[in-house]
T-cell receptor
Framework: GAVVSQHPSWVICKSGTSVKIECRSLDFQATTMFWYRQFPKQSLMLMATSNEGSKATYEQGVEKDKFLINHASLTLSTLTVTSAHPEDSSFYIC????????????FGPGTRLTVT | GENVEQHPSTLSVQEGDSAVIKCTYSDSASNYFPWYKQELGKRPQLIIDIRSNVGEKKDQRIAVTLNKTAKHFSLHITETQPEDSAVYFCAATRYNNNDMRFGAGTRLTVKP
């Protein structure tokens, strides 16, 4: 149980375009999902907390107008990188929180974004 | 907010030896401390966790200790194997995970 999927697993886009990444909890409802960014050989950095039915909470230094988060249902959160630039190239990982297991987070497989 | 520090950043051991990774945290309200193993390009995988109401937890070759007073916790891997080679992250958060922070990671290499 507690499976989280992400789509796409990798994407290449041109500078200036937008990219949408989906995060789904497959067998549980997730009122809260988290979006992380991981640069090569670095740790996971929390970008934002996505709450179903309300606005996301962004970490300091993360541009909310650039990284649009939508959590429209209890099983789906999306991250849209708008006007992507090469410096946005990174590994984006989502995780979901199952209320039945309040201590644990379940991670998606990640999305490798390359902006050319 | 929570701040987690992790040491060492790299660790190389001989197969069969033990490996210890240490983390400190800043928020005394944190009460859940998971450890994740991450292989290149893959998702972090939970390998063991500990809650603040216990001081030690063991699962086969892996153990975690927690010192709440000193605000530090450690991962111990015994009888290391080459397949233990990966990056390990500690994390600290509270019930309901709304503020999980990760350490910088430790790259463990187990030499055959």
């Amino acid at each position: 149980g507690a499976v989280v999927s992400q789509h796409p697993s990798w994407v290449i886009c041109k500078s200036g375009t937008s990219v949408k990444i989906e995060c789904r909890s497959l067998d549980f409802q997730a009122t809260t999902m988290f979006w992380y960014r991981q640069f090569p050989k670095q740790s996971l950095m929390l970008m934002a907390t996505s709450n179903e039915g309300s606005k996301a909470t962004y970490e300091q230094g993360v541009e909310k107008d650039k990284f649009l988060i939508n959590h429209a249902s209890l099983t789906l959160s999306t991250l849209t990188v708008t006007s992507a630039h090469p410096e946005d190239s990174s590994f984006y990982i989502c995780s979901a929180h199952d209320l039945r297991r309040p201590y644990e987070q379940y991670f998606g497989p990640g999305t490798r974004l390359t902006v050319t | 907010g929570e701040n987690v520090e992790q040491h060492p950043s790299t660790l190389s051991v001989q197969e069969g030896d033990s490996a210890v990774i240490k983390c400190t945290y800043s928020d005394s309200a944190s009460n859940y401390f998971p450890w994740y193993k991450q292989e290149l390009g893959k998702r972090p995988q939970l390998i063991i966790d500990i809650r603040s109401n216990v001081g030690e937890k063991k699962d086969q070759r892996i153990a975690v200790t927690l010192n709440k007073t000193a605000k530090h916790f450690s991962l111990h891997i015994t009888e290391t194997q080459p397949e233990d080679s990966a990056v390990y992250f500690c994390a600290a958060t509270r019930y309901n995970n709304n503020d999980m922070r990760f350490g910088a990671g430790t790259r463990l290499t187990v030499k055959p």
